[in-house]
């Protein structure tokens, strides 16, 4: 995936201002929750604008066969402690498909720490769900410079498998460092998982429902490690592209990602 804007770091001093710091065990020690969103809000309001904002356009480099829109028929809250972006087929922008794309991007952005976020995929061929990550530098140094951490990326004819990505100068596309993760007897379409990297100044480990399952370390990148810097947080839909192809005749729409929610927990010492 790939996209956008400028740095507002979150350190330890955002913590104390949270009530109650919520602890998260990891194997580096104890990590303070920094930053969240939980979702909650009336049905079909939009996500908070002081978290998220709507990234409209199409394609964004990859092919994307759908128009991403700030519509809630296409991203809003359930009413039920979730965000629901969902990908709809029909004619608008240019495209025969709508979806969401919502980022971080200007309001929280983070350096080190666990980022995870609890979602329920949607699934079928040609659909391409992902929660990620893009370097604050982006506008200055563009792709794949800033740098890219994909958190969570999924092929939706492909229910029981989800990829970990990490993209940078050297190594991005279809030579990015990666790997499949599928844990036995699991679907990503029926229930809800946890998707979490572990991120230090020296290594990048990755999570799904707490099994680490990849890990790339600076040593084993072919080019500079561009990740000391801020990043921003991506969630979206897409309806086709060069990772998926294009939805089949058997793909049903519309098609939903629940996200329950997004945390961030920093380290309780540097």
């Not at 229910?159 to 599928?182: C, D, E, F, I």
Request: net charge neutral; charged share 20%.
């Amino acid at each position: 995936m790939r996209r956008r804007l400028r740095p507002a770091l979150l350190g330890l001093a955002a913590a104390a201002s949270l009530a109650g710091c919520d602890a998260s065990p990891t194997e580096g020690g104890e990590r303070v929750l920094v930053w969240s969103d939980e979702f909650d809000g009336p049905a079909g309001t939009p996500p908070s604008a002081e978290n998220w904002q709507y990234e409209v356009g199409t394609d964004w480099g990859n092919a994307q066969l759908e128009y991403d829109t700030d519509r809630a028929s296409n991203a809003a809250l359930d009413g039920q402690g979730h965000l629901v972006l969902t990908a709809r087929r029909e004619a608008y922008g240019g495209r025969q498909y709508t979806s969401a794309r919502l980022s971080t991007a200007g309001r929280r952005e983070f350096r080190y720490g666990r980022i995870e976020g609890r979602m329920k995929l949607p699934s079928g061929q040609g659909l391409w769900p992902a929660f990620w990550m893009l370097g604050a530098s982006f506008p200055t140094v563009g792709w794949p410079a800033a740098g890219e951490i994909d958190i969570m990326e999924f092929r939706g004819q492909e229910p029981t498998t989800v990829h970990g990505s990490l993209h940078g100068p050297g190594y991005s596309g279809g030579a990015a460092l990666t790997r499949r993760y599928t844990p036995p007897a699991t679907r990503f379409d029926n229930s809800f998982h946890v998707f979490a990297v572990e991120w230090t100044k020296d290594r990048i480990d990755y999570f799904v429902d707490g099994q680490r399952y990849f890990t790339v370390r600076r040593s084993d990148v072919p080019g500079a490690w561009v990740f000391d810097q801020p990043f921003y947080l991506i969630l979206n839909v897409a309806v086709g592209g060069t990772f998926v192809g294009a939805p089949g005749p058997a793909t049903t729409f519309p098609q939903t990602m629940l996200v329950d929610w997004v945390r961030v927990y920093a380290p309780t010492s540097s």
